[in-house]
């Protein structure tokens, strides 16, 4: 009789040999910069497989090289990770904006053309908009809203259709919970086929991931994560990561290892520790973000909530929500009344919630998204976005529920 393992159950053993390591029930951190051979002919063969000189022996596995390259924490740390995804493979970066950039670099080439939502994080906006362009490659930009035929038009409009070279979408949207079919991007791709090459769908599933959406089965490509929020979760560590399959990961390993933006073994280390509790917190978080929603939706200092489980049920969103996420998750945005003052008042008087950007921790945190998060952003586009003066945005964390209905309770009074 055999079981098939759900992630979570895997979390505290899956790739580890504890033989390997003194019989340590943990994985020891592997503080070390190189790794001593067995013999010149085993460094030689650890090296062509690392440099893609011959492929792998079946059952070879790559050879401990230099931290870098490989590294035992690394490596059971994406082991583990892929397990969410069903990926073949993940690659962990020094942090989600590395991860990101090194995807955007290795998968457009200048002259070609990337596709992106908005909104979007403000560091990939900056990259994609700023950066990019240097080195010739060009931008459009579509909304939540557009439809197929909308986003097809604004494709055509730049001349540009048959060198589109990657998709790349955030769904839901920071700050503004807007979602994205990830089918239709997939559609979409198909559609305009890079010349010979294939045209790729991004997903930066940092919001819902990984537990409460799956973009490799909807149809992505590469599915990108800053796993500083739910996968670190604790508000003690910055990383990224990269998913795909394995031809895909080894165009992404590869550039990894020349602009050496690998995580490092103790940031590795920790991760392994969050990935552990991963889902309980996941699970705790989107329990009382759901009370929180509720209580918020009724205020009478509140405007509006964006939250998806409060997404009309009668709205094309509901359709594309029920299909792309099995949960609507730890992350609220309200329009309270009376703008930025009331917005600042209403931050200056929690006392449990934390004032701080980053989301997806143990401890439930707020922040003003106009002022803080994407103040860098044109002001016209922003406001098209939904981010305005009266918009704020909380990660909902693992405390009592009742304290932190508490807490929001009494900071909109003092509004
Ligand atoms: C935080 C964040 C990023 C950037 O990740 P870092 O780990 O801060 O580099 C990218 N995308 C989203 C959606 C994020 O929230």
Redesign the pocket.
Known sequence: MSQEFKPESLMMSHGYKPELSEGAIKAPIFQTSTFVFKSAEEGKAFFEVAYGLREKEQDEELGLIYSRINNPNLEILENRLSLWDKADDTAVFE????A?STVLLEFLKPGELVLYSSPT?G??DHFIQEFLPKIGVEYAVFHPENTQEEIEEIIEKTGKKDKLGLIYI?TPA?PTNTIIDIEMCRRIADKYRNGDDNTYVCV?N??MGPVWSKPLEAGADLV?Y????FIGGHSDL???AVLSNAELMTRVKTLRTFLGNMVSPHTAWLMLRSLETLKIRMEKQCENAQKVANFLKDHDKVKKVHYLGLIDENSTEYAVYKKQYNSPGAMISFDIKGGEKAAFKFLNSLKLVKLAV??GSTESLAQHPQTMTHCGIDPEARERMGVTEDLVRVSIGVEDADDLIWDIKQALAAV
């Not at 800053?226 to 929020?229: D, E, G, I, L, V």
């Open positions: 942090s989600g904006m590395s990101i994080y560091g990939t955030e920071n930066d940092t919001y990108v800053s796993a500083t929020k910055i990383a990224g980053s989301l």
